[in-house]
């Protein structure tokens, strides 16, 4: 038996010694002093062995499992320390290498000029209302007093989805629809942007999406005078200092009376930038407003109208194409 010792004890140290990896040398750990392993197997024939051999025996074969193991954690260990300086080797940072550098984009020109509007009738203390780009006739047409054979009622003009849902072809809705939220409360001092839609053929200055942004001021005693008053100091402030405006008598349904209104331009004469009037009575009165209390004005404009005369942009595709040469240009705006 003590020879069937030893020689297991040389063959696991040699085995111990030349092994290749961690995997190998664990499976040698269970091959020798596994609880089913040689050493276990050779102890189990200690009963047929006398009572004066059987310490000696015992005590041997404790004297190997305890070298066998002392030199299974010492190559555990080296390959332990082998594999974590390759670990660090291999994820060794240069810190002086270039950076991943992430491309940071810019605001778009819509948005800007949207921002720009926006902060000045802010400025006037109006509030921004947003509101559904997906409408009923009775948000986009009825309550705006258009009568039922309207010309933009017609479905040439307008995308419907039913002969009810549309989307929606001016701001509009979003302001009746904040009339009625206020349940005949006032003041009511609101601006109202975003994107509306028209079955227009697209061309160098029109397009079936484009954005709009219209306000309403509805109180006691609003007059034309303060519309006045109020678009006049937009476009000093979009357009300069000086610059002149000037109304002409139009038609909406929605207001009586209606205006276009024009600014100067030395080079170009007057050109048409937005439309405005006094809210129709019978717009304040389906929204629950009393007409005989209460006067209101409107306005509207097209975001990409006011943009192109502002910045000199010749077509309005510029503003959907994504074309980046196009975009990076309004960066410091
Ligand atoms: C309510 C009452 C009145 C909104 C108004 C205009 C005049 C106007 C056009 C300008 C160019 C649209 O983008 S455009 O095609 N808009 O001229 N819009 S007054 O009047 C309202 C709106 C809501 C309840």
Known sequence: ???????????????????????????????????????????????KLSPEERPVIGSLANDIRGQLEELISEREASFEEKALSEKLHLEKIDVTLPGITHPVGSVHPLNLIIEQIEDIFVGMGFEVAEGPEIETDYYNFEALNFLKDHPARDMQDSFYFTPEMLLRTHTSPVQVRTLEAKEGYVPVRIICPGKVYRRDDDDATHSHQFTQIEGLVVDRGVSMSELNGVLLSFIEKIF???????????????????????????????????????????????????????????????VERIAMLKYGIEDIRHFYNNDLRFLRQFRSV
């Open 240 to 302: 300069g200092e000086g610059t002149e405006m000037r109304l002409r008598p139009s038609y909406f349904p929605f207001t009586e009376p209606s205006v276009e209104v024009d600014i100067y331009d030395p080079e170009r004469g007057w050109i048409e930038i937005l439309g405005a009037g006094m809210v129709h009575p019978r717009v304040l009165e389906k929204a629950g407003y009393n007409p005989e209390r209460y006067t209101g004005f409107a306005f509207g404009m097209g």
């Open 1 to 47: 038996m003590r020879e069937r010792l030893q020689a297991l004890k040389e063959e696991a140290t040699e085995a111990i010694e030349t092994v290749a990896d961690l995997e190998s040398l664990r499976e040698l750990k269970v091959k020798y002093l596994g609880k089913k392993g040689e050493l276990t197997g050779i102890l189990r024939g200690m009963g």
